[in-house]
């Protein structure tokens, strides 16, 4: 087998989330199948983010400015002139390695590297979102990858359209083996308290649902700056007895105990993996129709509801009808509506392309 590179802006737990765990799970999979993996962390790691196996090496370049969101206006640039020279440097030791690079800056940081070994690059959000004055050329240096990996067939069918070479490979999860025979009781949102992800807005869909009137309960789990208004809405809607804010939990088996519904209120979404951990374990999620991730995954009736972005009066109906038993489908047929996403049907992508890298 050949060897493998994981690029992240930092595997520290501070940044925690979607893409830092799919990371682990790729890099963990790949590793147990014999490749010789390792994620390089541009940024310090005081204590890495998620658990990755014994087989896989976890490199630190200690970068004091090592993403973009760190910086404004022109002083962005700084990411690109000092993450230059230190990752060149790592680069000459490895350079029979495969790179998978993990966002846009740094898809577009390895694009200014000159062709001395293979990149495959994947921006983990949807490419609804990638339209902006800089479009045109930020595909133009994608094209100097080897790959883009699109998380949808739309993303891939974007890129090829662009003049970049693509392949279609979707996040994974693994198969829960647990016997589940019914659904909880509660509903959950899992995501930070930002805008983007609209924590407030899932918030306001459970209180118009009314469940809390029937004893139902909501458990919101995440951490960001939202978390205040979070705590004056519930204050303002009198349910302070039904809704809990959980945060530094990272736990599926716990965030996940319980519970009937998931809530996803995004306002961008690439391939939300918190549908495909519910789903994983037979719970019905209702997702905004935003990007192209939630419509690959729910099929309605089956495994959830699409609802149209911030049709909230929608979206609580759609929650009743859940809890009242009116959904067409059990925990069994939730967990089989996302077969063709579990670990042993999308790994096998991901080595039919490393393989074909490795040998030119």
Not at 175 to 203: C, M, Q, W, Y
Not at 301 to 330: D, P, Q, R, T, Y
Request: aromatic share 12%; net charge positive; proline share 3%.
């Amino acid at each position: 087998m050949g060897s493998v590179v994981f690029v992240v802006h930092t595997f520290d737990e501070s940044q925690i989330g979607g893409v830092l765990k799919i990371t682990s799970m790729q890099a963990n999979a790949l590793a147990k199948r014999g490749w010789n993996v390792s994620v390089l962390s541009l940024g310090r790691i005081t204590m890495p983010a998620y658990q990755l196996d014994d087989a896989v090496k976890l490199i630190c370049l200690n970068l004091k400015y090592y993403d973009t969101r760190q910086l404004s206006g022109i002083n962005k640039l700084l990411f690109f002139l000092m993450s230059y020279r230190k990752v060149l440097n790592f680069l000459s030791g490895h350079s029979n390695a495969v790179f998978v690079t993990t966002s846009a800056p740094i898809n577009i940081l390895f694009s200014l590297f000159n062709k001395r070994f293979k990149v495959i690059g994947c921006d983990h959000t949807a490419t609804t979102y990638s339209k902006n004055k800089l479009t045109f050329v930020i595909n133009l240096l994608k094209r100097r990858l080897d790959y883009m990996v699109g998380l949808t067939p739309e993303d891939a069918l974007y890129y090829k359209k662009s003049g970049i070479t693509s392949t279609y490979i979707p996040n994974f999860i693994e198969r829960d083996t647990a016997e589940k025979h019914h659904l909880g009781n509660e509903v959950v949102f899992i995501g930070r308290f930002s805008k983007e992800k609209n924590p407030l807005g899932a918030l306001r869909i459970f209180y118009l649902s009314r469940l809390f009137e029937r004893g139902v309960k909501m458990r919101i789990y995440g951490y960001g700056d939202l978390k205040p208004d979070l705590l004056a809405a519930i204050r303002g809607y009198n349910i302070q007895s039904f809704v809990s804010i959980v945060e530094g939990e990272t736990d599926p088996n716990v965030m996940l105990d319980n519970v009937k519904c998931l809530l996803l209120t995004s306002e961008i979404e690439g391939f939300p993996m918190v549908l495909l951990e519910a789903m994983s374990k037979g719970i019905y999620c209702i997702s905004y129709d935003v990007g192209y991730g939630p419509r690959n995954i729910i099929q309605n009736s089956i495994n959830g509801f699409l609802v149209e972005h911030g049709f909230e009066e929608n979206a609580a109906g759609k929650l009743v009808n859940i809890f009242n038993g009116l959904g067409e489908s059990s925990p069994d047929k939730i967990k089989d509506s996302i077969e063709q996403f579990y670990t042993e049907q999308v790994i096998e992508k991901w080595e039919v392309l490393l393989r074909e890298l490795s040998h030119k």
